[in-house]
């Protein structure tokens, strides 16, 4: 089950990360299976021959094994009652039986509810071949993964009286030490001393796995075992539920068991309440343990720490150090009784030439010390008869001096550096063999203590590491993010270009953190291509229960590296992909790709230590702060919550584009201008052919793009050869006039072949057109003039200009042919369309950005499609570009479609395609307006603006959110309590609420409107038939009881009849009233437009609520519905619209802050874009579309990158013949300010530790004097009271 050698194979990586290559079949076995494996193979003692020693109070007498009668086992055929003088031995009267007590077992307890393993076992099992049968019980059925380390712990069991910080520094330093190593531990396993103190403090740790705690106790002595004991007649196995163990005091004697071991063993000798028995038992299971794991004829390292205790502690100490195999013991000062004594005499034991020849060595205590260790053991023992024992046991571990480490409180390390420590002093003896060494190694990575290997290993030179060895234990290093290992083993002599074979970086990538994003990108796309590959019917993909989990390949790490690029960087993993599926090919980077390994593993640390020996730190540390940004953009997509790593993530990718602005200037202010130019522009084959410049593009570093050395190497390309000193408004005035740039200066001369990258001025500062006395070619000064990037963005700018302006007059000009002001043209006709010259301007102005936005497609350093279309659409201002051309095709389609005799352009009930062309022409123009803001990004006060605007937009959508939150819950709430009786539609009734609620954020309140709908709102015919129908009998006092609309008719004309009698009594118009009274009951129109004269008792000019003061629900509807207006005015007008206030000042001071780095960032982009485009503003530009694009999109099909622009593509033609003296001239510069830079940081830390130990020197120089001024005060106080 366990690997037996130190080879550091993948399957171990995996392991150590919890992940594993295979899914290897487990031995599937059920609960009786392992049943009848105990009863078969681990046996118990039992008393089988009874003879009285004493009778019990209960006349149940007790044998000499000092069970009673009852407990012995009388149904089985073997026993026998002996007379009561006969002798009893343990061998004669004791024999192995069938195991009665094993399984699960659960204690009653509270805070532990995990289930633990037992099993009572023969003391017989101490001694080989029978103790060999444990390793299956271990493998097959309790599962143990196997331990890097085994700790033993002895102490104090009942009179344990350590002190409370001792103990917590034992118990943080045990659980460090067991959690780095994977450690097993063995202990007592009862619940009391130093074993409750282990089992409390793994109980207590938060952790997935539980961590192997084995307790090897005493049966006879434990309490209430019987209830462990299997009480089935015939058969002893079979159990299947976990048998329950309370946590009680016991009696006098017995011990209970520790809840939180995960195994016990109970050690049974055929006796009850016998001292000791488990001792041998538990020296056996230990030294079994060690021999099951062992690697290279090495046992497994183990380290006994001892904790107070007495004479059974020392006797396990020096078993465990009798041994001989490096084992070694930690011993805790200050926790009383046996340790504190054999501190005491460890430390003052004294070396003498026993037989005077000097040959044998022994250890003495002095006699003073021999009076004082046995007065320390008459004061903790008694007057016991052990003085010498224990003193011969104290020389004897003295003896050991290499293997026995003393740890105090009062030492600065913890105690897992003290139990590491030991390890180390043990195996930095030259008789050790050098397997241990590696062992030991492995505990020093694992623990991540770089101190104490370097001390004990490296500095004495007992042995040398062979470079296998060395890779190995780098692989390991690397793995487990030891970064102080790293450097050791580097600085030892470890070749990282011969450890970095593609095996090994495989193996690495298999190996990274489950927790880091990048672990998670690259298994996604190992899991994609796996389902594939299953689609496919590749039938070598899933074969039964031994499945193979996603492995990660080299190509899917540089096809994530492309991903992370945008598609502009092609890797080796992908390029070379045949010579890397070799294990043995090695690199010629390799610390540029073990950056982006810990960059991807989310181990900065190292990646630091990395990105320092890179060839290319510039661009390594750029693409590394694209990595870093990229997982933190990743980790928001999945919503992982994880503070933490985020702050981290952000962190990293801040240092990285710190540390490469940082060379960058000091390349700056060290060099020449042609140095860093070449720093910028040369092509690097280790980052798929791109340059820093490229790199610096695509990452968007953002403080890097901003340096000054960026950005001006940015406006040599902007101005291109013309002199960079020329005006802006100059370089506008010349290109609308052709001849006038001919007069212009330039940079270089006409016809010069071998010019440096930028051959501006000479070493003397003066101009090298000034040396030169003939004037360049006008036509080639014309040729360079328009196409420069910034003549480009002039005609651009200019011609776009003009496009608006045609544009708008399209628009705004009307609706009449012009065969309408023109009837005897001959061209004009009854199916003549409404386009005119201007039309056409537009229609070819917008034809000529279609192939520019064609080859911004398919300009994408990548050969996939898709890939090049993501690249595309990443740019806002692509977008507006592509549905801008789509919303104009749509509107001059539909315009091309109306003819000059349509007359369904002047019907306004319906629509036409004339009314269609304006309604798309109109958002067309808006499209067209925005995508000129990007002209203003140039400038250096609207473009930070233009920057604030965009974060302000994203912040106003998210608000917009909870706004409308607000606004609909208020305007569906109020509607409803306006209009109980509405039938208007719904989508009528939800534009209305949304229109009155929106408005009333910007204070438009309508209070007397809102009383005029309220009153409106409750109108209705029938609600008023029973409005009046309450008024009148409440003052008539009669019964008002109804049941329906139809006894409400009947009663109503009833009252019109009573009404009508009145009426002809008190007026002369009797008959007129009686015709009114007669009619209908009033409709909803009648009584909303003429209430007052027909209510008469109502019309006193009041409130219009008056109309509805009788009615308590349209009252209460009333009252409500103002409420809810107060709260919503409240809450939005006053608290969402200051929070959005103070949403846009916090953008705005932040964008404020960064509005120099926001500026050169834009304007890089644009400088980028327009060195791009064609020399021939819209619409000429279709002229050079048709003689260049077939070639260009022919190559481009063919996988090739773009180059640069004929700009610059006769500076790189000497270039490209020395890219590879251009490249080794970089790096060594590179290297150079690398050194500078890092120097810069030393003395900087320096000079920060120099002013810390100044002020503390002032700051007690201070204290000083001021304590000599209190004396003084005081002394002058106390003369004047004699005085």
């Not at 101190?451 to 190995?472: C, D, G, N, T």
């Not at 181990?603 to 290319?616: E, I």
């Not at 005029?1012 to 409005?1027: A, D, I, L």
């Not at 510069?1229 to 320096?1246: P, R």
């Amino acid at each position: 089950m366990y690997n037996n050698h130190f080879v550091f194979e993948p399957r171990e990586v995996y392991n150590a990360n919890k992940i594993q290559t295979t899914i290897a079949p487990k031995w599937r076995y059920d609960q009786r299976t392992f049943d009848e494996w105990v009863v078969k193979n681990i046996q118990v003692r039992e008393c089988y021959k009874f003879v009285k020693e004493k009778d019990d109070v209960d006349n149940d007498p007790i044998c000499h094994c000092k069970n009673k009668l009852s407990k012995h086992p009388k149904l089985s055929s073997d026993f026998m009652e002996m007379p009561e003088e006969s002798s009893w031995t343990q061998n004669d009267n004791t024999m192995l039986t069938k195991n009665n007590a094993f399984g699960k077992i659960t204690f009653d307890v509270e805070e532990c509810s995990e289930e633990a393993q037992y099993m009572r076992i023969a003391k017989d099992y101490s001694e080989k071949p029978r103790i060999e049968i444990l390793k299956s019980l271990f493998a097959d059925f309790w599962k143990l993964d196997e331990p890097d380390l085994l700790i033993s712990v002895s102490g104090g069991a009942k009179s344990f009286n350590v002190p409370q910080d001792i103990c917590a520094s034992f118990q943080q330093g045990l659980l460090n030490a067991a959690r780095s190593t994977r450690a097993w531990i063995i202990t007592g396993g009862q619940h009391c001393g130093v074993m409750k103190l282990v089992g409390g403090v793994i109980g207590q740790s938060i952790s997935t796995t539980r961590i192997p705690t084995i307790g090897v106790g005493n049966w006879g002595k434990t309490w209430k075992n019987n209830l462990l004991v299997h009480n089935r007649s015939g058969h002893y196995g079979g159990q299947r539920e976990a048998t329950t163990y309370p946590i009680e005091p016991p009696d006098k004697g017995y011990a209970t068991l520790d809840p939180n071991h995960t195994h016990h063993f109970l050690v049974d000798d055929g006796t009850t309440g016998t001292d000791g028995i488990e001792y041998e038992f538990r020296a056996a299971l230990e030294t079994l343990i060690c021999e099951k794991f062992m690697i290279q004829n090495v046992p497994l390292p183990m380290v006994c720490i001892m904790v107070e205790g007495g004479m059974r502690s020392l006797e396990i100490a020096i078993s465990t150090l009798r041994k001989g195999t490096g084992n070694t013991l930690v011993v805790l000062k200050g926790s009383g009784r046996a340790s504190d004594i054999l501190c005491y005499g460890f430390e003052n034991s004294i070396e003498i030439d026993s037989d005077g020849t000097g040959g044998r060595k022994e250890r003495k205590m002095p006699a003073e010390c021999d009076v004082e260790i046995k007065r320390l053991i008459e004061k903790d023992f008694g007057k016991y008869k052990i003085e010498k024992q224990m003193l011969d046991l104290i020389l004897e571990i003295s003896a050991y001096r290499d293997f026995v480490t003393i740890y105090s409180i009062q030492n600065p390390e913890p105690l897992d550096f003290y139990i590491l420590s030991s390890l180390m002093k043990s195996s930095a003896n030259a008789n050790v063999l050098a397997a241990t060494k590696m062992r030991q190694m492995r505990l020093a990575i694992t623990w991540g203590h770089a101190k104490i290997a370097r001390e004990f290993i490296f500095s004495q030179k007992l042995y040398k590491f062979s470079a296998y060895e060395l890779e190995q234990l780098m692989l390991f290093a690397i793995t487990k993010q030891r970064t102080e290992f790293v450097k050791l083993l580097m600085d030892y002599g470890c070749d990282l270009k011969q450890f970095l074979t593609a095996k090994n970086l495989k193996i690495l990538f298999n190996s990274l953190d489950p927790k880091s994003g990048g672990y998670r990108l690259l298994m996604e796309k190992a899991e994609r291509k796996l389902r594939k590959m299953k689609f496919d019917g590749n039938r070598n993909v899933e074969e039964g229960p031994g499945t193979r989990t996603p492995e990660i390949q080299l190509s899917e790490v540089g096809s994530l590296l492309a991903r992370i690029m945008q598609g502009s960087y092609t890797s080796i993993f992908n390029t070379h992909k045949k010579k890397y599926e070799n294990g043995a090919a090695t690199f010629d980077n390799p610390f540029d790709l073990m950056t982006v390994y810990c960059a991807l593993d989310n181990c900065q640390d190292m990646a630091l230590l990395f990105w320092k020996k890179s060839r290319t730190p510039m661009a390594t540390g750029i693409i590394a702060h694209r990595i870093y940004n990229y997982l933190d953009m990743m980790e928001s997509k999945w919503a992982r919550m994880d503070e933490e790593m985020t702050e981290q993530l952000e962190k990293a990718a801040s240092d990285f584009e710190s540390l490469s602005y940082g060379l960058m200037t000091m390349c700056y202010h060290n060099y020449e201008k042609k140095e860093w130019v070449n720093i910028l522009e040369v092509k690097m084959i280790d980052w798929g052919n791109l340059s820093l410049f490229e790199i610096g593009q695509i990452t968007g570093a953002k403080n890097f793009l901003s340096h000054a050395a960026y950005q001006s190497y940015l406006t040599d390309i902007w101005m291109g050869e013309v002199h960079p000193s020329t005006p802006f408004f100059l370089l506008a005035f010349c290109a609308v006039l052709p001849p006038l740039p001919i007069f212009l200066k330039y940079n270089s001369k006409f016809g010069k072949k071998n010019a440096d990258l930028n051959p501006r001025t000479d070493k003397s500062g003066t101009d090298k057109d000034d040396q030169v006395g003939k004037k360049p070619n006008p036509l080639r000064r014309l040729q360079l003039f328009y196409t420069s990037p910034a003549v480009k963005f002039i005609l651009n700018g200019i011609t776009y200009l003009i496009f608006l302006g045609l544009y708008i007059c399209s628009i705004l000009e009307g609706n009449e042919c012009n065969c309408e002001d023109h009837p005897s043209d001959e061209t004009c006709g009854p199916n003549t369309n409404m386009v005119g010259w201007k039309d056409y301007y537009l229609i070819i102005f917008v034809g000529s950005t279609i192939p520019i936005e064609i080859s911004q497609v398919i300009d994408g350093n990548t050969k996939s499609v898709l890939k090049k279309f993501k690249i595309y659409f990443k740019q806002m201002y692509n977008v507006v570009d592509l549905l801008a051309i789509i919303v104009f095709t749509i509107a001059f389609t539909l315009k091309l479609s109306v003819k000059c005799n349509d007359d369904e352009r002047y019907m306004i009930y319906k629509f036409s395609n004339y009314h269609y062309f304006r309604l798309f022409s109109s958002f067309c123009f808006i499209l067209y307006s925005l995508r000129f803001i990007q002209m203003f990004e140039m400038n250096a006060k609207i473009g930070p603006k233009i920057f604030m605007l965009k974060r302000m937009a994203v912040d106003l959508f998210f608000f917009l959110f909870l706004l409308a939150v607000f606004t609909f819950s208020y305007c569906v709430a109020s509607e409803a309590l306006l209009y109980p009786f509405h039938d208007r539609p719904v989508n009528e009734t939800i534009f209305t609420a949304f229109r009155r609620s929106y408005f009333n954020v910007f204070g438009d309140l309508d209070i007397e409107g809102l009383s005029n709908r309220f009153v409106t709102g409750h109108c209705n015919e029938k609600s008023f038939m029973y409005m009046e129908y309450h008024e009148f009998i409440m003052e008539n006092h009669l019964d008002g009881t109804i049941e329906n609309l139809t006894d409400l008719r009947t009663r109503w004309e009833e009252i019109n009849e009573e009404r009508l009698k009145k009426l002809e009594d008190n007026s002369s118009k009797s008959m007129e009233k009686r015709e009114s009274a007669n009619k209908d009951p009033p409709t909803f129109l009648e009584y909303t437009d003429d209430y007052c004269e027909r209510w008469p008792e109502h019309s006193d000019g009041n409130d219009p609520l008056d109309l509805l003061e009788d009615s308590p629900v349209a009252i209460t509807n009333y009252y409500i519905c103002f409420m809810l207006l107060c709260i919503y005015v409240l809450t939005v007008n006053i608290m969402l619209i200051n929070l959005l206030i103070a949403i846009f000042s916090n953008t705005y001071s932040d964008s404020k802050a960064k509005s120099g780095i926001i500026y050169k960032t834009q304007r890089a982009s644009v400088i980028v874009e327009f060195e791009e485009r064609p020399w021939l503003p819209n619409p000429l530009s279709l002229i050079y579309f048709a003689c260049v694009s077939p070639f260009k999109m022919l190559k481009s099909c063919c996988g090739k990158q773009r180059r640069y622009s004929s700009a610059r593509k006769d500076s790189r033609k000497a270039s490209d013949s020395n890219t590879a003296a251009r490249a080794r001239r970089a790096q060594l510069i590179e290297a150079e300010c690398m050194v500078l830079h890092l120097k810069k940081e030393t003395n900087k830390k320096d000079g920060l530790v120099i002013l810390e130990a100044q002020n503390k020197k002032i700051s007690s120089a201070v204290e000083k004097i001021v304590s000599e001024l209190k004396q003084i005060t005081l002394k002058q106080h106390k003369e004047t009271l004699w005085v």
